[in-house]
């Protein structure tokens, strides 16, 4: 979960809004969060919550649609053999097999070819095409690539025309292909450019069947393959998209195809509740696996197929796969962490390179780093290019963060590359293995001119802020599901609660990786779950405050509705850390968080031995308990258990108004240290009674003692003889000192709390003990009330 610095609330004309939902028949509230998002007519609304008259645009608005439509049919019609060219990804897969289905639909000779991640990479190559000659292919059409292929085009076989059909940024000098279906196309006029590969793919079926039949209503099948791919490829769900995903979502919960029924068997993801959500965290991860770790042929031949036995073999494999290549992607995270732990400091973005054995199978998969490099992007908020070494030649995955555009920061450093391609937020790469470095030290170098500080703090665009008093209800989350499908640019709408009480945390999941609680919403107790929240449990303790940030959902279970707070984002005034009851040792959780660039202020006691260690840290700043933090200091450890009371007014240590983290580390074994101290360093019984024995029996043999001399003696026995041992029996009589004499004195038994040193020693020392004993006792919520006072 990231933590966003930054909360833009949405703000708007409540009287205004109000008029407009009564006009729609709709809720103030989902009115004002499509006011936000620009729908701000009556018209327009309507069309977003109920779909529009005309769906789809004009498949031939799309420049050359018409050109690759005509000589499609013609290779149809003529016998020709026809391949589909698609990528490796979800996206690609769909495109293929929805052509393929649509062209076999006509009885045309045709067959997919996806070329293989490992060997052959993304997009055209010419062993393929040159292999796809050979065996009689005269036409290839792309879906989802080939817009960057102009070698490969200009190299093509003699006699094979090849059809481009694509949605990546085209390059300045595109192929000189037989024809280019893409909407990106500078001269291209057609309405949406945010189409997929399976959406250009999807027009291109439209304009086949347009040209067959004119009168005809425009072509609406295997939408559910568009649904597929368009949310898997995080498009914008806008415009035909939007409905295209809307229809497609509804097809597959009776969908005709036998492999992708099967899919949804194998993973347990039941046809009558399809969502985007589990197009993109089930459906999709499952028919990339195969493309990552083997073949996306596969996945292909899965959603192609009417065979049921085989279809559930192919379901089977895909959701094993899928299991593997997500162990393979802990494993890289795992070293890649490991690698950021050596770094110095993270850097303006994160560039990454890992040794990968295709033999062996072992290393950094190259169909497996872009996974990982999207998750260091999720908790390090930095560009994140992640590379695969493999002999002399690297394949990198690249994910960025919203201010950089990645395909520019490639362009600007692609004298260091071999190709490139993708989008501005993902983009892949290849380049020789000796010029990673290069690379890396150009690339850094663009993202520290081009990002400002403020770049690195991600916002959080909260829609609503939702009053605390007011019930939420099922009926309005009802309301709310018209806005689907969610996805890119159109996100489930975000609400803000304020000073949420968190009631009864607890870890949960197979491996205790995510935090649920409870909080009040009007007269409701609302379970609220934070995914990958694991982390935040020594936050997020019971009976604390904080602003949380959330997305209602309906959760349904033993045939009953009830209502889930999926948290999103969490801040207090001050986010406190308590790590006091944590079984890691304090010195592993240190390391832990001052790997980053932000600056600390680490509290210890004065004269502390950690000190000349700590003060090694490059972005540490030591002060003393007692010391005042100042307005600057937002990132506070305490680290030393407090050798005095801090926890009361006036006397601790975080103030200001600004919002602070403070982490508390010390623990037990703290307390049992400074126990051990303590027994050191003021008197005790047991001690004073053996120091008694043995002052006695040298003053036995003999009737004076130098004091020098009686202190080595008695190191000399293993016994400590201090200043006070030797203060407290002159104060009970027990021996005389003159000078540095001491001689026998009074053998009457005396209490020890009779010596005004002892006693007020032992008032020092049990003084001391409370002070620790609180400093670990004290409740979180007092902690922060102390900040706020």
């Given at each position: 979960?990231?933590r ?7 703000h708007y ?11 729609v ?10 006011w ?11 069309e977003f919550?109920?779909?529009?008259k005309d ?5 031939f608005?799309?420049k ?15 016998r ?21 289905l ?5 009885h045309?000779?045709?067959s997919?070819?996806i ?7 993304y997009?055209?190559n ?13 036409l ?7 817009i ?22 085209p390059?300045?000098?595109l192929?000189?292909?037989f024809a ?7 001269d291209?006029?057609?309405?949406f450019k945010g189409?997929?590969?399976?959406g250009?793919?999807?027009k291109?079926?439209q ?29 914008p769900?806008?415009d ?5 995903v809307?229809?497609?979502m509804?097809?597959?919960?009776t969908?005709?195809l036998t ?8 993973c ?7 969502t985007t959500e589990k ?37 089977n ?6 299991s593997?290549r ?10 890649a962490?490991?690698l950021?732990?050596?770094q110095?400091?993270i ?11 295709s033999d ?10 872009g ?22 030649v690297a394949k990198?995955?690249?994910r ?11 362009n600007a450093c692609s004298?260091?590359l071999?190709q490139?391609?993708?989008?501005s937020q993902?983009a892949?790469?290849?380049l ?10 150009s690339?850094?170098e663009?993202?520290r001119n081009?990002?400002?500080?403020e770049d ?5 665009a909260v829609?609503i802020?939702?009053n605390?008093n ?8 009802h ?6 499908p ?9 609400f803000?609660?304020r ?9 949960f999941?197979?491996?205790l990786t ?30 604390a ?11 349904f ?9 999926d948290?999103?984002?969490?801040r ?6 308590d790590?006091?009851?944590n ?8 390391a ?5 660039d932000?600056?600390?202020t ?8 950690e000190?000349?260690?700590l003060?090694?840290?490059?972005n540490?700043k030591?002060?003393?308990y007692?010391e ?43 307390l ?15 001690h004073?009674a ?11 043999s003999?009737a ?16 400590h003889?201090r ?7 002159r104060?009970?009589g027990f021996f005389r ?15 020890l ?16 003990l ?20």
């Amino acid at each position: 979960m990231k933590r966003y610095k930054y909360w833009d609330l949405k703000h708007y004309d409540r009287e205004e809004i109000k008029t407009l939902a009564a006009k729609v028949g709709i809720s103030p509230v989902t009115a004002g969060i499509l006011w936000n998002r620009g729908l701000r007519e009556e018209n327009e609304i309507r069309e977003f919550l109920f779909g529009k008259k005309d769906t789809y645009y004009d498949p031939f608005l799309m420049k050359d649609m018409r050109l690759a439509a005509e000589r499609i049919l013609q290779a149809v019609e003529a016998r020709e053999r026809i391949a589909v060219y698609g990528d490796y990804d979800v996206d690609g897969i769909t495109a293929s097999s929805l052509l393929y289905l649509y062209l076999t639909g006509l009885h045309a000779n045709v067959s997919t070819y996806i070329p293989k991640r490992e060997g052959e990479g993304y997009g055209l190559n010419n062993e393929a095409l040159q292999s796809l000659h050979e065996d009689g292919i005269t036409l290839v059409v792309t879906v989802d690539c080939g817009i960057s292929g102009v070698k490969e085009v200009a190299e093509a076989p003699g006699g094979m025309d090849i059809i481009i059909t694509d949605h990546h940024r085209p390059p300045e000098i595109l192929p000189m292909a037989f024809a280019i279906v893409n909407p990106k196309q500078a001269d291209c006029g057609y309405p949406f450019k945010g189409l997929s590969g399976v959406g250009v793919a999807f027009k291109v079926c439209q304009a086949l069947e347009k040209l067959r039949s004119p009168e005809a209503p425009l072509w609406e099948q295997y939408t559910e393959l568009v649904a597929l791919g368009t949310v898997a490829d995080i498009v914008p769900l806008q415009d035909e998209n939007r409905a295209l995903v809307k229809c497609g979502m509804k097809a597959m919960e009776t969908t005709s195809l036998t492999g992708l029924r099967k899919l949804l068997q194998a993973c347990r993801c039941y046809q009558d509740t399809i969502t985007t959500e589990k197009i993109g965290f089930i459906l999709a991860p499952r028919l990339n696996a195969v493309g990552r770790l083997e073949h996306a042929q596969l996945a292909v031949e899965l959603l192609i197929t009417k065979d049921e036995e085989s279809a559930e073999c192919m379901a089977n494999k895909l959701n094993d796969e899928n299991s593997e290549r997500q162990e393979i992607s802990r494993q890289i995270f795992t070293e890649a962490e490991a690698l950021l732990e050596k770094q110095a400091s993270i850097g303006p973005a994160i560039v990454l390179a890992g040794q990968w054995d295709s033999d062996k199978q072992e290393g950094w998969h190259p169909g497996v780093i872009g996974i990982v490099a999207s998750r260091l992007v999720d908790k390090y908020y930095r560009p994140v290019i992640l590379i695969s070494i493999s002999g002399d030649v690297a394949k990198g995955s690249c994910r960025s963060i919203q201010p950089l555009d990645m395909y520019d920061a490639l362009n600007a450093c692609s004298a260091d590359l071999i190709q490139f391609g993708g989008h501005s937020q993902a983009a892949g790469l290849t380049l020789e293995s000796n010029k990673i470095d290069c690379f890396k030290k150009s690339f850094t170098e663009f993202v520290r001119n081009h990002l400002q500080p403020e770049d690195y703090q991600p916002r959080l665009a909260v829609d609503i802020e939702w009053n605390r008093n007011e019930e939420l209800t099922l009926s309005f989350l009802h309301e709310l599901q018209l806005l689907e499908p969610f996805g890119c640019e159109n996100p489930a709408p975000l609400f803000m609660l304020r000073n949420a009480e968190v009631h009864n945390p607890r870890l949960f999941g197979q491996e205790l990786t995510h935090l649920r609680f409870f909080t009040d919403i009007g007269p409701r107790s609302c379970h609220c779950i934070m995914w990958q929240g694991a982390q935040y449990r020594y936050c997020l303790c019971n009976n604390a405050q904080a602003d949380i940030a959330f997305k209602p959902r309906i959760n349904f279970f033993n045939n009953a509705e009830s209502i889930n707070l999926d948290i999103v984002a969490f801040r207090m005034d001050m986010e406190l850390h308590d790590y006091r009851k944590n079984s890691e040792f304090k010195e592993t959780v240190l390391a832990r968080i001052l790997h980053s660039d932000q600056r600390f202020t680490v509290f210890i006691n004065k004269n502390s031995a950690e000190e000349k260690e700590l003060s090694a840290f490059s972005n540490v700043k030591i002060r003393h308990y007692g010391e005042l933090c100042d307005e600057t200091e937002r990132q506070i450890i305490f680290y030393e258990l407090p050798g005095e009371n801090i926890f009361r007014w006036g006397y601790f240590p975080v103030g200001g108004k600004n919002r602070t983290v403070l982490y508390i580390l010390y623990n037990q074994d703290d307390l049992n240290m400074q126990k051990h101290k303590l027994l050191e360093e003021y008197p005790d019984r047991n001690h004073l009674a053996d120091a008694y024995r043995f002052v006695k029996k040298v003053l036995q043999s003999q009737a004076v003692a130098k004091l020098g001399q009686l202190k080595y003696q008695a190191e000399k026995h293993q016994l400590h003889l201090r200043d006070y041992d030797l203060q407290i029996f002159r104060e009970l009589g027990f021996f005389r000192i003159q000078g540095d004499e001491l001689m026998m004195g009074s053998t009457e038994r005396r209490q020890l709390d009779t010596s005004p040193t002892y006693a007020g020693l032992c008032a020092e020392r049990d003084a001391l003990l409370v002070v620790y004993q609180n400093s670990l006792r004290i409740a979180c919520a007092r902690i922060q009330s102390l900040r706020k006072h």
